[in-house]
T-cell receptor
Framework: AQSVSQHNHHVILSEAASLELGCNYS??????LFWYVQYPGQHLQLLLK??????LVKGIKGFEAEFIKSKFSFNLRKPSVQWSDTAEYFC???????????FGSGTKLNVKP | DGGITQSPKYLFRKEGQNVTLSCEQN?????MYWYRQDPGQGLRLIYY???????QKGDIAEGYSVSREKKESFPLTVTSAQKNPTAFYLC???????????????FGPGTRLTVL
């Protein structure tokens, strides 16, 4: 089975701090990569996705992620976080070779005002 | 208003009882999925279905059953054989990959099941 690793389980930041959440996956073939966010009490929703092309992907709310194929990584970044970014963030992978998604264990982000 | 609905939002069950969680989508998606979310474990796939009348086991299918009689509906039954059923259950759907469209999954609001 494939695996997706999110090494930061709980991150606490002050407003305006920069954010980087790590995501590594194990599959060596062509992949599609996703970051989902789950705000308190809300649906899981898509933050951004990478299918092909420019490895630097921009998503909603100022988030971006960089796909580094040689490192099997897809880290999420935001230059300046806000209190409203407090949420749980999930990295996910799927691929043409397998017909399901693999999710990381999630990172809880707490932004202090 | 397109989307995925799950009902009920909260569900309580006595030990030894089967319970069925509802999932309906009006996105015209072919594929539907059930996940279980536990703290610190992310989302784990229970069952998925890419087409009506067909479904496959995911990583943690034991103690669960599903049906896919209609494209828009994918109910999940948590049976008494599931040893630790208290969890948050998420349903999702996506365009079938066979269509050539790249998939992203759309999620419902979830059902929190508590076994008393």
């Amino acid at each position: 089975a494939q695996s997706v690793s999110q090494h930061n389980h709980h991150v606490i930041l002050s407003e305006a701090a920069s954010l980087e959440l790590g995501c590594n996956y194990s599959y060596g073939g062509t992949v599609n990569l996703f970051w989902y966010v789950q705000y308190p009490g809300q649906h899981l929703q898509l933050l951004l996705k990478y299918f092909s092309g420019d490895p630097l992907v921009k998503g909603i709310k100022g988030f971006e992620a960089e796909f580094i194929k040689s490192k099997f990584s897809f880290n999420l970044r935001k230059p300046s976080v806000q209190w409203s970014d407090t949420a749980e963030y999930f990295c996910a992978v799927n691929a043409p070779a397998f017909n399901k998604f693999y999710f990381g264990s999630g990172t809880k982000l707490n932004v202090k005002p | 208003d397109g989307g995925i609905t799950q009902s009920p939002k909260y569900l309580f069950r006595k030990e030894g009882q089967n319970v069925t969680l509802s999932c309906e989508q009006n996105l015209n998606h072919d594929a539907m999925y059930w996940y279980r979310q536990d703290p610190g474990q992310g989302l784990r796939l229970i069952y998925y279905s890419q087409i009506v009348n067909d479904f496959q086991k995911g990583d943690i299918a034991e103690g669960y059953s599903v049906s896919r009689e209609k494209k828009e509906s994918f109910p999940l039954t948590v049976t008494s054989a599931q040893k630790n059923p208290t969890a948050f259950y998420l349903c999702a759907s996506s365009i079938d990959r066979a269509s050539g469209a790249y998939n992203e999954q759309f999620f419902g609001p979830g059902t929190r099941l508590t076994v008393l």
